[in-house]
């Protein structure tokens, strides 16, 4: 398998535009996490999903960010509009976990996209 | 609630030396703990975890980690630093929150400099 596939792996952006950022799990992993990375707040969870529905989005920081999961093999975080401080590196993660179990498993996580918005 | 609290955010050691990188936790439950590893530009790595059984865990590269229930204490070791250690590493406790769902709880990170 190929990991999780993150996409873009950079992205430079204005103010006030829409930014989509893009994650294919692991093929067979039923939970799929969403995390941000700034040096200030350290790695934070923004919300994760168990097959394809939303569990806790409590982490989202505000109605500008936005995530889908359409189906097992494809997930989207967007952010719209966006603002200088959602400058980070956002990681998408995925594993097994059957119900309820995630916490037992291992994480493993895409490589990244590090969101530059000016 | 549960948290993660690592101590020291960067640690220096020579090349050859003991690595020891701290975490504790405050739980309401047995927790499960884990180690990942983070290299410059990639994603976060699972370095060795504990969920039941015997407290002491090896893991990948030679790192250890043993879980003291009475000090809720979950560091990490190895014996002998390489220059390949140099990465960031987190701690993570994955324990009952208040709604009744799990959460996976990072620690802020330590920034491990191996010096030659």
């Known amino acids: 398998d190929a990991g999780v596939i993150q996409s873009p792996r950079h992205e430079v952006t204005e103010m006030g535009q829409e930014v989509t950022l893009r994650c294919k799990p692991i093929?067979?992993?039923?939970?799929l996490f969403w995390y941000r990375q700034t040096m200030m707040r350290g790695l934070e969870l923004l919300i994760y999903?168990?097959?394809?529905?939303?569990?806790?989005d409590s982490g989202m920081p505000e109605d500008r960010f936005s995530a889908k999961m359409p189906n097992a093999s494809f997930s989207t975080l967007k952010i719209q509009p966006s603002e200088p401080r959602d400058s980070a590196v956002y990681f998408c993660?995925?594993?097994?976990?059957?119900?309820?179990?995630?916490?037992?498993?291992?994480?493993?996580f895409g490589p990244g996209t590090r969101l530059t918005v000016t | 609630a549960q948290s993660v609290t690592q101590l020291g955010s960067h640690v220096s050691v020579s090349e050859g030396a003991l690595v020891l990188l701290r975490c504790n936790y405050s739980?309401?439950?047995?927790?499960?703990l884990f180690w990942y590893v983070q290299y410059p530009n990639q994603g976060l790595q699972l370095l060795l975890k504990?969920?039941?059984?015997?407290?002491l865990v090896k893991g990948i590269n030679g790192f250890e980690a043993e879980f003291k229930k009475s000090e809720t204490s979950f560091h990490l070791t190895k014996p002998s630093a390489h220059m390949s250690d140099a990465a960031e590493y987190f701690c993570?406790?994955?324990?009952?929150?208040?709604?009744?769902?799990?959460?996976?709880?990072f620690g802020t990170g330590t920034r491990l400099k191996v010096l030659a």
């Open positions: 739980s309401s439950v047995p927790p499960y």
């Open positions: 093929s067979g992993h039923d939970y």
């Open positions: 999903f168990n097959n394809n529905v939303p569990i806790d």
């Open positions: 993570a406790v994955s324990d009952l929150g208040p709604s009744g769902t799990y959460k996976y709880i």
């Open positions: 993660a995925s594993s097994l976990g059957g119900q309820g179990s995630f916490h037992t498993y291992e994480q493993y």
């Open positions: 504990y969920t039941t059984g015997a407290t």
